[in-house]
């Protein structure tokens, strides 16, 4: 099956500013029922790891002065790798799904979706409703809902928001839609930055990750599967799910630093100095006191390529705000198009915004380290989950599985392999052109387990 059949496909690789050209190169093995759903979340997945392995297959030819290798895409590989972090085991251990406080819940006029897997988010929404903590969340449930019953959703929404949780109301009817897909700018005039020859697209190139969950996560171990030096900076006040850690953090190494502190913002600045990728995942503003605005960090290093990540639109009021995937899905209608005919809210197959935005925040990366060899400057990068969740709704129609599909089977795409956390059962990456590595060079390191440098 080729790309020709697939308008998502040529309709991302524009967003990114591919050659069209270039989609010759590209096909998919088609796999039946995968990521099924009423909205087309199995064309959003392939086309997001699509273009991201078309983006790798040109930087690597770039590099090496060759054609641009084949790339095919398995849908198998696709549809496995977007609930990565549910094929995950850890000595056979299946991770933690959503908390207990997190999920849909009836209010008095509608419906609210709340996230309270992390802890000061969990402690928030408590306290933003007047519920004492007693640390039993199954005892917490039924007055959690007790309490959210008995009050309009858009009030929870505003209150818990404003103590710094997380609460959404579910919206009735489909967003508008956001435009772009992605935001592609260049600032500077640094001269190019020529790539030696290499075995991986990305190989050599240093790139600090300050990003947590699923979406930023993806992409940059996405990056590290290619090649690129990639090491995960967090706060020590900010604790990571281990198993979440376990799941993204192939391929990285992972280090602590708090900003706030003048020896580790010594340390940061170091390795600023000679990275060549910075993606942020944090709410906008709150890494800006920091110095590290993306203005200012491309100021700092001309020729910088910046990727930042958001939740919501950009240009919209919610811009500054807290989110996740699932909330994304429930204020922009997502929710209810996928929901039952009782009423109930419904969700996607998969963590869908997630990680499709991971695999484009990836793959534009990779083809800004392709222009910047010719063209120079710095990048920045701007993308949203609202943004995807716009795309899935409004520009993606669904396309035929073909005739010749095979029956998906996950099997194929997992593996097992031995690590400071334990033996890992583990998705492998989908991202693929003739010659790609099939597996990460390392697993997940402990979180903030390394030293803060490059290795």
């Known amino acids: 099956m080729t790309w020709t059949d697939d308008k998502a496909t040529s309709d991302a690789w524009a967003a990114l500013g591919g050659r069209e050209d270039l989609l010759r190169s590209l096909s998919y093995r088609a796999v039946a029922g995968v990521l099924p759903a009423r909205l087309p979340v199995r064309e959003l997945a392939r086309a997001t790891v699509g273009v991201c392995s078309l983006a790798a297959a040109e930087l690597l030819a770039r590099r090496n002065g060759v054609p641009v290798p084949a790339v095919t895409v398995d849908e198998g590989a696709v549809a496995t790798a977007f609930v990565s972090e549910r094929h995950l085991r850890i000595d056979d251990r299946a991770p933690t799904g959503f908390a207990p406080l997190s999920g849909f819940w009836p209010t008095a006029d509608g419906w609210v979706r709340t996230h309270a897997n992390y802890p000061h988010h969990r402690a928030r929404l408590l306290r933003a409703l007047g519920i004492a903590d007693t640390g039993d969340d199954r005892a917490l449930r039924p007055l959690l809902a007790e309490e959210l019953a008995a009050r309009p959703a858009l009030w929870v929404q505003e209150a818990v928001c404003a103590a710094g949780g997380l609460a959404v109301a579910l919206a009735r009817e489909t967003a508008a839609p956001v435009r772009p897909l992605l935001e592609r700018t260049v600032v500077g005039a640094a001269a190019p930055r020529v790539l030696p020859a290499a075995t991986l697209p990305a190989e050599g190139v240093r790139v600090l990750d300050l990003t947590r969950v699923i979406a930023g996560p993806v992409a940059t ?16 006040r900010l604790p990571e799910d281990p198993d979440a850690h376990a799941d993204t953090g192939m391929g990285k190494r992972s280090t602590l630093l708090d900003l706030a502190e003048a020896a580790d913002r010594r340390t940061f600045e170091e390795l600023l100095d000679s990275a060549d990728v910075v993606v942020t995942g944090y709410r906008p503003g709150s890494l800006d006191h920091y110095g590290l605005a993306p203005d200012a960090l491309l100021a700092r290093r001309p020729g910088l390529v910046v990727a930042q990540l958001q939740a919501w639109d950009p240009a919209g009021p919610w811009a500054g705000r807290r989110g996740f995937d699932s909330l994304v899905q429930a204020a922009t ?28 925040l990836a793959a534009a990366v990779l083809r800004s380290l392709t222009e910047r060899q010719v063209e120079g400057g710095g990048r920045l990068l701007g993308l949203s989950l609202a943004a995807t969740a716009s795309w899935l709704l409004h520009g993606i129609r669904p396309a035929p599985t073909g005739s010749t599909a095979v029956p998906y089977d996950p099997e194929p795409w997992l593996t097992e392999a031995d690590s400071p956390y334990g033996k890992l059962r583990y998705a492998l990456p989908p991202v693929h052109y003739a010659g790609a590595p099939a597996d990460w060079r390392r697993t997940p390191t402990r979180w903030g387990s390394d030293l803060p440098r490059w290795s």
């Open 221 to 236: 171990r996405t990056l590290a599967q290619l090649g690129a030096d990639v090491l995960r900076v967090d706060s020590p």
């Open 333 to 360: 209608g997502i929710a209810v198009v996928e929901g039952g005919e009782d009423g109930r809210p419904g969700v996607l197959p998969a963590q869908a915004l997630d990680h499709g935005t991971g695999y484009l």
